[in-house]
Nanobody, 111 residues
Framework: VQVVESGGDFVQPGGSLRLSCTAS????????MSWYRQAPGKEREWVAH????????NYVDSVKGRFTISRDISKNSVYLQMNSLKPEDTAMYYC?????WGQGTQVTVSS
């Protein structure tokens, strides 16, 4: 099983980014896919998840209305569209697919 994230970047406050996560080696539609983040000196925090089969979503309160998680089962991929980014969104973002972690992608929000 391999999970690979991409899309992290440096962006100014109010900007947008789209993170991608591609997983291989298992049946994508059978699992919950999640995004987590970890800021320096803080514990890893769950951000959002989407169920593989029904596509039901849920978000941590701090990103509701700004972030959108989606998935493309045909591509074994999950995405995180992040809008209206704030400095406090700065973190390493990790994808978790069925318990498997990627290596993370860095998001930095700063002026």
């Amino acid at each position: 099983v391999q999970v690979v994230e991409s899309g992290g970047d440096f962006v100014q406050p109010g900007g947008s980014l789209r993170l991608s996560c591609t997983a291989s080696g298992f049946t994508f539609s059978s699992y919950v896919m999640s995004w987590y983040r970890q800021a320096p000196g803080k514990e890893r925090e769950w951000v959002a998840h989407i169920t593989g089969y029904h596509g039901n979503t849920n978000y941590v309160d701090s990103v509701k209305g700004r972030f959108t998680i989606s998935r493309d089962i045909s591509k074994n991929s999950v995405y995180l569209q992040m809008n209206s980014l704030k400095p406090e969104d700065t973190a390493m973002y990790y994808c978790n697919c069925g318990g498997y972690w990627g290596q993370g992608t860095q998001v930095t929000v700063s002026s």
